[in-house]
């Protein structure tokens, strides 16, 4: 248990990808607080992992989209624990479709929750972290090294994400913070599902068939498991990954084809 003692921080913790990081962060010892926007979803998470895991799981709703829901997390966290040492920055979807399709609304969400509360939380966190030594581990996704026209608004926020966390790892360098990034590919998640689904019944086919096409079409063996993104964000944060510093690493199979 690497990480005996530490407190971890972990929005989107809720489901999918995020939970998957907060249960293997308290496998290796660590206290966690998650936080999302479902107080009930949240609080069955909390209560499986606490429950599998014997350490102590915070759970905090909070609509991280805004100021005031970045500064209540930041507020329950640091009363509940006296010392802050990760911070996974896993919260955030954003709508895909045609270019012309997609209303300022829908682009303004997408940045207000993903990228903005990513920014915030950073700065929040940031002074804790540099007491302790921490780390910042940021789950933002392949789409920010390949534009798609299908998926604008999500490329966008990942690419402005992606460049985020390159500066603050230098900030890092000053004060001795880790700072990483994982650009999951596609990953089954609850969410995914449902979007093949969706798709499925559009198309008139099998979610079954959706999934080997899309395999196919990306030229991968299978689609990631949260646990492959999980087992890296944990690694990211332990003494032995100290000199890993402002990269960002690609969790997709070999989806992303480009040099970089």
């Known amino acids: ?65 805004t100021l005031e829901g970045c500064e209540e997390l930041h507020r329950q966290a640091t009363a509940s624990f006296d010392h802050i040492d990760i911070l ?34 950073s700065r929040l966190f940031w002074p804790h972290l540099v007491a302790s030594h921490g780390s910042v581990v940021n789950i933002v996704g392949g789409m920010a090294r390949t534009p798609n026209p299908g998926f604008a608004i999500g490329g966008s926020v990942n690419a402005a994400l992606a460049n985020f966390s390159k500066a603050l790892a230098g900030q890092g360098l000053i004060d001795d913070v880790n700072v990483n990034t994982i650009h999951p590919g596609q990953v089954q998640t609850e ?26 079409r990306q030229g991968i063996r299978r689609l990631g498991t949260i646990e492959d ?5 944990v690694f990211l944060c332990l003494p032995q990954a100290r000199h890993i510093q ?15």
Do not use: H, Y
Request: negative net charge; glycine residues 12%; aromatic residues 4%.
């Open 88 to 121: 996974i920055n896993c919260a955030g979807a954003t709508k895909s479709g045609p270019f012309v399709e997609l209303s300022d609304q829908l682009w303004q969400e997408g940045f207000d929750l993903k990228f903005f509360g990513a920014v915030r939380l």
């Open 1 to 65: 248990m690497d990480l005996e003692g530490k407190v971890a921080v972990v929005t989107g913790g809720s489901r999918g990808i995020g939970k998957g990081i907060a249960r293997r962060l308290a496998d290796e010892g660590s206290d966690v607080v998650i936080s999302a926007r479902s107080a009930d979803t949240l609080e069955a998470s909390a209560k499986e992992i606490a429950t599998a895991t014997g350490r102590r799981v915070e759970p905090v709703p909070a609509d991280l989209s």
């Open 191 to 216: 969410r995914l599902t449902e979007m093949m689904t969706d798709q499925a019944a559009a198309q008139g086919k099998t979610p079954e068939q959706v999934l080997e096409e899309t395999i196919q």
């Open 229 to 233: 993104v999980a087992e890296l964000a």
């Open 246 to 260: 402002g990269t960002a690493i690609s969790v997709d199979g070999g989806g992303t084809k480009g040099l970089f």
